[in-house]
């Protein structure tokens, strides 16, 4: 039995860490090799102190707020709503806090893995192809101009009325394939090279969105990017002398691995104040997208205390166009998720994921994207990217973490200033905190890369077009939204959002060129992967992937014989235990 070593906390103290023995995790199926836990400081059943869970927690909190923000910035000009609109506030604060109820779910209840569900460029795309299309599109700005409050409201709720039902039926397909264990069935035919392009063209797609946002101020975006690699990489392991009180023995000064533990949250924190000297002192024009007065106004008109609920912008409606143009943004986000798993799981130093534990994930994440639209979110729930950066960045984790994020999502979901002083964030601190996150995600998505024979002409065939072509065609259908023409507007529209869709285009790209081109096992890594990610009814479960198991009830479940032919209980296929 080898012996490796990973960072824990001593007596929950987050201030002194020592090295202990832990016994190799080792998978029982064929062809297994056993694999180390990475160096953690905290992994996914770690729990760190409370006060050190929120900042920890915080840190998560203001990774996701950008992205997160972001999404109604975008949305709601489509939804002909305007600039000065006070509900705009309403929206962000309605998607934070469904985020935060099914983060919370998820990470509980649902995959059990430190994920962050919420918001997703993913559905941006469907969703702007439906309020493209000639009933939803934007009255002239004379008329708007002439419209009363009321009218004006009438006017976006409508279409709001159109995305949530959309969005809620769509997620069906994806509750319905999680929950019933379909999902399970296709995994056999999601290999390495379905996973690279699916999750590195999240990055790769995003790079825009990143340019436009530090592009606000090169400079400022630069050295946010150059102190986070500074306190992430190269101060990883500096301590800093801290003071701590220690009953009976007074004040102590301990080393704190700070800058390990907080890169992110610091690199804002000072950013965002270099930004604020630099508005006081007027060296940002007035007006300047980097002043940090330059969302003063949503600040000010943030409600106080707003609780989101279902339906509030009324009764959703539901069209055939609309569902089918949603449904691409669903398939995406679902082989994006299966994509982030196994990732996250290696990164969080848990078990490999067991089937049960997939199946439960993609059917939470479908219904988290119903609760989304039946809110009135105006998006779906993806799990999000730059988290999974951020635990690869921070080396923490933990499942506590995510769900002391989860709690502060919803208190800023109720509390709309809150959420506002966060969203006056300058953009170009923002990006360049995105040129990092996206950043990992690609490297992230090309290290499936391990598991295939990269001097195979084969994969290389496959792996070069299925990165290319995507960005090719993609980037053409988005300027061209018109080109498809088959006298059938609902069909054009579904094609178009599907054709438009990098990580789609790629992953069933990938996918279908991998099991179709002549390749061994080895050669194609289904042997190495099926280390990390078992495929279809290989994953059996024989009870060792606790790190899966529900906080509660797992005695119960394994008395009840029936629970283990249910695809989503952590007991699921136990009788088969050798």
Request: hydrophobic letters at 45%; glycine letters at 10%.
């Amino acid at each position: 039995m080898e012996l490796n070593h990973v960072i824990t906390d001593n007596g929950g103290d987050p201030n002194q860490f020592q090295k202990q023995p832990v016994e190799t995790v080792t998978s029982p199926q064929p062809h297994t090799k056993e694999r180390s836990k990475p160096n953690l400081l905290y992994a996914i059943n770690d729990n760190p102190p409370w006060y050190l869970s929120i900042f920890l927690a915080l840190q998560h909190y203001l990774t996701m707020i950008g992205a997160i923000v972001s999404i109604p910035f975008i949305l709601t000009p489509a939804l002909c709503m305007s600039d000065e609109d006070p509900n705009r506030g309403v929206i962000i604060s309605t998607m934070i806090f469904v985020t935060g109820i099914v983060t919370y779910i998820q990470a509980t209840w649902g995959v059990r893995l430190p994920i962050v569900q919420g918001g997703t460029i993913s559905f941006l795309v469907p969703t702007l192809a439906i309020l493209a299309l000639p009933q939803w599109k934007c009255p002239p700005e004379n008329e708007f101009n002439a419209m009363d409050e009321g009218e004006r409201n009438e006017l976006w709720q409508i279409r709001m009325r159109e995305l949530s039902g959309a969005i809620a039926v769509s997620a069906m397909v994806q509750v319905i394939l999680g929950y019933t264990g379909l999902v399970g069935k296709i995994l056999r035919f999601v290999t390495p090279l379905t996973i690279v392009p699916t999750v590195s063209l999240v990055g790769l797609t995003l790079f825009e969105h990143a340019a436009e946002t530090a592009s606000k101020h090169w400079g400022i975006a630069v050295g946010t990017t150059a102190m986070l690699t500074l306190f992430s990489q190269v101060m990883a392991n500096v301590t800093v002398p801290f003071p701590v009180y220690r009953k009976g023995h007074g004040i102590e000064i301990r080393k704190f691995l700070l800058f390990r533990l907080f890169p992110v949250l610091l690199t804002i924190g000072i950013m965002w104040g270099l930004c604020g000297i630099l508005t006081l002192t007027n060296v940002f024009e007035e007006g300047h997208p980097s002043r940090t007065d330059v969302r003063l106004k949503v600040l000010t008109n943030a409600k106080w205390f707003y609780v989101p609920y279902p339906g509030q912008f009324g009764l959703p409606s539901v069209t055939l166009s609309g569902v089918l143009g949603m449904l691409a943004g669903v398939l995406a986000c679902t082989v994006e998720s299966i994509s982030y798993y196994p990732t996250v799981s290696q990164m969080a130093g848990a078990q490999s994921p067991p089937l049960h534990a997939i199946n439960r994930g993609i059917g939470t994440e479908g219904l988290g994207t119903v609760l989304a639209g039946l809110w009135g979110a105006g998006n779906g729930t993806n799990t999000f990217g730059e988290n999974v950066g951020a635990i690869g960045v921070t080396k923490v984790g933990s499942r506590r973490v995510i769900q002391w994020a989860a709690l502060i999502m919803l208190l800023q979901g109720v509390i709309g200033k809150l959420g506002a002083i966060f969203i006056m964030i300058p953009d170009s601190v923002v990006g360049g905190i995105f040129c990092v996150m996206f950043g990992m995600i690609v490297a992230f998505g090309l290290s499936t890369l391990q598991y295939v024979d990269l001097r195979s002409a084969r994969n290389l065939y496959i792996l070069g077009l299925s990165m290319f072509f995507p960005m090719v065609l993609c980037r053409w259908m988005q300027q061209h939204p018109g080109a498809i023409k088959t006298g059938n507007d609902t069909l054009d529209s579904t094609l178009s959002v599907l054709l438009g869709t990098t990580i789609l285009v790629g992953g069933l790209l990938g996918c279908f060129l991998d099991n179709i081109i002549p390749g061994t096992a080895e050669e194609r890594g289904l042997i190495e992967w099926a280390n990390e990610m078992p495929l279809g009814d290989d994953n059996i479960n024989d009870g060792t992937a606790t790190d899966f198991d529900f906080p509660a009830g797992m005695e119960t479940l394994r008395n009840w014989k029936w629970t283990y032919y249910v695809p989503f209980l952590p007991t699921y296929k136990l009788q088969k235990q050798s």
